[in-house]
Nanobody
Framework: QVQLEESGGGLVQDGGSLRLSCAAS????????MAWFRQAPGKEREFVAT????????YYADSVKGRFTISRDNAKNTVYLQMNSLKPEDTAVYYC????????????????WGQGTQVTVSS
């Protein structure tokens, strides 16, 4: 069992930056594939970025590629999402997720979820 807790959300202006953190606790959390998803009002949850257990492989949604960076610090059991050049369309609740198997873009394949943190980008 793994528990995930996100932090770092908030209100930022168009073009600004935020760094989200996801603290993991529980059994062997450093061995998990981790990901960020987001969900805007009235829309389905969508993939943002994912990282393998070592941090050596990362993948991004086309909509955030070049602006967002996912990373992890296994010594701290924490995953980060650095978000730069934020746009109003990035406004959403951002969720951290973990799974025990390989990389996946599908939210349905993730085993553990945090409660989410709100990111609002004003124009």
């Amino acid at each position: 069992q793994v528990q995930l807790e996100e932090s770092g959300g908030g209100l930022v202006q168009d073009g600004g930056s935020l760094r989200l953190s996801c603290a993991a606790s529980g059994r062997a959390s450093s061995n998990y594939v981790m990901a960020w998803f987001r969900q805007a009002p009235g829309k389905e949850r969508e993939f943002v970025a994912t990282i393998n257990w070592s941090g050596g492989s990362t993948y991004y949604a086309d909509s955030v590629k070049g602006r967002f960076t996912i990373s992890r610090d296994n010594a701290k059991n924490t995953v980060y999402l650095q978000m730069n050049s934020l746009k109003p369309e990035d406004t959403a609740v951002y969720y951290c997720a973990a799974r025990t198997r390989g990389i996946s873009w599908s939210y349905a394949s993730y085993d553990y979820w945090g409660q989410g943190t709100q990111v609002t980008v004003s124009s």
